[in-house]
Structure formats: structure tokens, C-alpha cells
């Protein structure tokens, strides 16, 4: 069993940055695709971003696509995500994902078969 703990969510104002950690354990992440999901206040779960387990493929969702860069670091079982130029509409709860190596689109959150508690970060005006 996969656990997945997110850490650096927080309150930032407009144009800033943060790095979201994900931390497994438990098992390697090495052969899991690893994704991003947020849920703002009021609304549905999102597709944010996702990285193939061998790194070649990235994926983003069309609100984040060049303000957010998705990463793994194997060696240290973790993926992350810088967000830059903040936006108040950026502001969710963000959760990490990990799901098979082979997976069909990587942007559907029933694809993805272990989750962490969510990280929460709200952006101000």
C-alpha cells in the first residue's frame, strides 16, 4: 500500500510561488505515475498536472500550463510541484495521485489509485 503525505500548500498573495511536496511510503514510486489534482472551494475535483513514471511525458491542465512544472525525485520516493505567478483562482485544496505506469490519459482522477489528505493553498487579492 501506497501512502502519500502532501506538504507546502499555504496563503500567498497574487504572483507568488510555492513547491508542493508529495512524500510516499510504503512502497517505491518508481513505476507509478504520478499526478496533481485540486479541488477549489464549491467545486469539483481538477486535473492539475501528471508525469509518466519514467519522466518523459508531463502533462498540464490548460489553466496552469506555464506557471506550474510538475517533478520526481525517485531516489527520494517524491514528486512536486512548482507553482509560479499565483493566481487567486489558483486557490484549492491540492492533492497528489499515484497511479499504474500504464495509464490511459493520466488526467482522469479514476485512474489513479492512491491519494494523499491534500495540501490546502489560497492565493490573495
Known amino acids: 500500500q501506497v501512502r502519500l503525505v502532501e506538504s507546502g500548500g499555504g496563503l500567498v498573495q497574487t504572483g507568488g510561488s510555492l513547491r508542493l511536496s508529495c512524500a510516499a511510503s510504503g512502497r517505491t514510486l518508481r513505476t507509478y505515475t504520478m499526478g496533481w489534482f485540486r479541488q477549489p472551494p464549491g467545486k469539483e475535483r481538477e486535473f492539475v498536472s501528471a508525469?509518466?513514471?519514467?519522466?518523459?511525458?508531463?502533462y498540464y491542465a490548460d489553466p496552469v500550463k506555464g506557471r506550474v512544472t510538475i517533478s520526481r525525485d525517485n531516489a527520494k520516493n517524491t514528486a512536486y510541484l512548482q507553482m509560479n505567478s499565483l493566481k487567486p483562482e489558483d486557490t484549492a485544496v491540492y492533492y497528489c495521485?499515484?497511479?499504474?505506469?500504464?495509464?490511459?490519459?493520466?488526467?482522469?482522477?479514476?485512474?489513479?489509485?492512491?491519494w494523499g489528505q491534500g495540501t490546502q493553498v489560497t492565493v490573495s487579492s
Open positions: 495521485a499515484a497511479g499504474p505506469r500504464w495509464i490511459a490519459t493520466m488526467t482522469g482522477a479514476n485512474e489513479y489509485d492512491h
Open positions: 508525469i509518466s513514471w519514467t519522466s518523459d511525458k508531463t
